[in-house]
């Protein structure tokens, strides 16, 4: 690494990035997230909301309990209700950060808050000062600073400054920002503001427009020394800044940038995985750094180019963000401690030796199927190992399937219900339909089925395949992921995983922008 300027890095996919609908995460989850990105050196970690849910409060007090390495956040609307929670969340940790927020763009003062200007300002000064009584960390965030007036951002930031604000983040909250404009505005609150000097700049940006990495480096270049992003890039709507795309883009392009992170980039991959594997979002091939696709090369001349030299086509190595960790296989023979050790790696920990034992167990099935066994299948292994930890309402016990061609396929499932073994048979479309009406004609869970997606774990006729499906339940968007070596079973396993969730009562949570 560089002896350049720290670039400080704020990850949100426990916060923003849960806020994709489907991807809800339980607070076992979001710790073995928490724990990777403390792992990859993460500077900030936002591991919630705690006003939203005594569900949420208590996410971000388990991370603030485990984390020690990185800053642990809290956001919190400008209201004493959610300050207050937010100091109880985060009092265990070892670093704890406030982020209180309120919005001085027109549109929302006027139609959202109903405040005048003048009492925007009061009230954010006023929750700066009340997050000071919990910790001297506090970042202030104007939401929807791309669309305010900037001689009024001016005021109310010099303001917060003042109040004790040590953070200030200026959000591009829908995405309507382009590089040159947000990078030109980073900058000339940076030169206005007579304080500046006072706080460090952030930005978190959106990408409604495929711009969120854009304007984060555009920003970047301006001025701004701290980024607020995701992995994988996920959040609301179309998502944040990519975090492995802001920190690849700076540390590839040190010839321009004069700051660089402190992030052990290695563990880019592994987290990208592991966070795609619990939310049920898959990444994509062609994505940037993550991308299965990333460092392929189909073409000849490509090929050609990078046998002779790397870099003619390659700006940075598949090894520094973390391809080369996915390399290790395991078989048959191999042993508990062996897949601890490996599982370490990956981010997982077992709490109990029940939990180790449980997990070998399957891991010796699956190698029974599979000859070789790769990092994303002991990831996808450990998933389905934790989805039938606790108490369920619903467990697969069988599956049998008839599909003939020419004739229509039949399906019976024998699960359990409520700790009673019941079976169902039907009839449908395809052999996952029939199961998937099987199911339903035994819990009648009157869910409205929203996605099937099907993906190959890894390479071979004898991956696994995994399964993700989403279910809208009056409402409400739950994903549900299964994994096998039988994609049908695979499927029964990933419905009765969302069924189960569905099943569990559902917290009222209190949506940040609203």
């Known amino acids: 690494m560089s002896s350049a300027d720290p670039l400080i890095i ?12 489907g991807a809800s995460m339980n607070a076992e989850e979001k710790l073995r997230i928490a724990r990777a990105l403390e792992k990859m050196k993460v500077d900030v970690i936002e591991a919630g909301f705690p006003i939203a849910s005594p569900g949420d409060f208590e996410s971000v007090k388990a991370v603030a309990e485990t984390v020690k ?17 937010a100091g109880a969340a985060l009092k265990p940790a070892a670093r704890g950060r406030i982020h209180p927020f309120i919005a001085p763009s027109p549109i929302h003062m006027e139609k959202k808050l109903r405040m005048s200007p003048d009492q925007v300002v009061e009230q954010a000064v006023q929750a700066v000062k009340w997050a000071r009584q919990h ?39 829908v995405g309507y920002n382009l590089p040159h404009q947000f990078g030109a505005l980073i900058g000339d609150l940076i030169e206005r503001i007579p304080n500046s000097d006072k706080a460090i700049f952030s ?50 392009r040190q010839d321009l940038f004069s700051c660089d992170t402190r992030l052990d980039t290695t563990q880019i991959v592994p987290c990208s995985k592991l966070v795609s594997s619990i939310t049920g979002f898959p990444v994509q091939p062609n994505k940037a750094v993550v991308g299965s ?8 001349i490509h090929q050609d180019g990078v046998l002779k030299q790397r870099e003619t086509y390659e700006i940075m190595r598949a090894e520094d963000v973390g391809w080369t960790a996915n390399k290790m296989v395991m078989g048959k023979h191999s042993g508990r401690s062996a897949l601890k050790s490996r599982l370490h790696d990956l981010g997982f920990d077992f709490e109990t030796q029940e939990e180790l034992n449980d997990a070998f167990a399957r891991f010796k099935d699956l190698a029974d199927k599979k000859h070789e066994i ?5 990831l996808a292994l450990v998933n389905d190992s934790t989805q039938s930890a606790g108490d369920e309402r619903y467990r697969l016990v069988s599956v049998k399937v008839c599909s003939e061609t020419g004739e229509t396929p039949q399906a019976e499932v024998v699960m359990m219900v409520d700790g009673e073994e019941k079976s169902a048979g039907a009839s449908g479309a395809g052999p996952v339909d029939a199961v998937f009406g099987a199911i339903e ?27 993700t499906v989403r279910l809208d339940k009056d409402g409400v968007m739950i994903n549900g992921q299964g994994s096998d070596t039988d994609i049908v079973i695979a499927s029964a396993k990933s419905y009765i995983h969302a069924l189960n969730r569905v099943s569990e009562p559902l917290e009222q949570r209190a949506h940040p922008q609203l």
């Open 10 to 21: 704020f990850d949100t996919t426990l916060r923003d990035g849960e806020q994709s609908p």
């Open 374 to 378: 790769y990092d994303d299948d002991l």
């Open 293 to 300: 696709n990333a460092f392929a090369h189909e073409s000849g």
């Open 135 to 173: 910790t001297d960390d506090v970042e202030f965030s104007p939401e929807d600073a791309g669309r305010s007036e900037p001689d009024f951002l001016c005021r109310i930031l010099e303001a917060v400054i003042d109040a004790g604000a040590t953070t200030l983040n200026i959000p591009d909250t």
């Open 69 to 85: 390495e990185s800053v642990v956040c809290g956001l919190a609307r400008a209201l004493p209700k959610d300050i207050e929670a």
């Open 441 to 467: 004609s035994l819990v009648q869970s009157q869910a409205k089925l929203d996605l099937y997606s099907v993906n190959s774990i890894t390479e071979g006729t004898d991956a696994q395949g995994e399964v």
């Open 203 to 252: 930005v978190h940006c959106h990408n409604d427009l495929g711009l969120a990495v854009g304007n984060s480096l555009s920003a970047v270049l301006n001025g701004a020394r701290q980024v607020e992003c995701t992995i994988n890039g996920l959040g609301e709507r179309a998502g944040n800044a990519s975090l492995e795309e802001v920190v690849m883009a700076v540390r590839t």
